[in-house]
């Protein structure tokens, strides 16, 4: 079994780049690497090889990534937060007479991505743009979304982890999306068959 200064070769970089996902916060994120692979060094002895070490050290770091946000009380009176900021999300994206028909103002509706995103995905200045976007949520999005898109957890599971309720869960989820596919429709995909670059998402 690798320890310390091995962990930190191998797997500093992909676990910094979850942390940074999730918190979008470089302090934080080394704060919870660094913690994440101090925890392993104390539990190394626990340790019995059932999963793979990064799989080991990735769920210790998830773990410390869900404290991080109930100390910080990020997902509290989510009932409240969502029923005051109702009107003013609906207003972004629909029509102020319509929100029950969900009729899109015309400068919120979707367009059709002549890029496939799936031809993207591994690109380098995608997962910029991603990243951006990501960060660009509500902090109460955040871990929702990573968790359920990224990351293709449970829906149960994040409820429980997060502490929120099976509505909330579904409200933050679809405003999320509404969110994500904005951003990455105004800073990566187009009409004209070609993905455009721009270093500061709107």
């Avoid at 940074?20 to 919870?32: R, Y």
């Avoid at 990735?58 to 969502?82: C, E, F, G, M, S």
């Avoid at 995608?126 to 449970?154: N, T």
Wanted: contains cysteine; glycine residues 2%; charged residues 25%.
């Amino acid at each position: 079994m690798l320890y310390t200064n091995e962990w930190v070769a191998r797997y500093g970089d992909y676990l910094y780049s979850l942390a940074m996902l999730k918190t979008n916060t470089k302090v934080v994120a080394q704060d919870l690497v660094q913690d994440t692979f101090l925890s392993a060094l104390t539990a190394k002895d626990s340790f019995r090889g059932e999963s793979t070490e990064k799989t080991w050290l990735v769920a210790i770091l998830n773990r410390k990534i869900i404290d991080y946000y109930r100390k910080k009380d990020v997902l509290k009176n989510t009932d409240d937060y969502l029923i005051a900021t109702e009107n003013s999300f609906q207003e972004s994206f629909f029509q102020a007479d319509s929100y029950s028909t969900a009729h899109w103002k015309s400068s919120a509706r979707p367009s059709t991505w002549k890029v496939e995103a799936d031809d993207t995905l591994h690109q380098e200045e995608f997962h910029k743009i991603l990243q951006a976007c990501i960060g660009k949520m509500p902090p109460r999005m955040i871990p929702i979304f990573v968790s359920k898109y990224v990351e293709e957890e449970e829906s149960e599971k994040i409820c429980k982890d997060y502490d929120i309720s099976t509505s909330n869960f579904w409200v933050i989820v679809h405003r999320a999306k509404l969110l994500m596919r904005s951003c990455l429709e105004k800073n990566w995909f187009t009409t004209d068959n070609n993905p455009k670059w721009m270093p500061n998402p709107k």
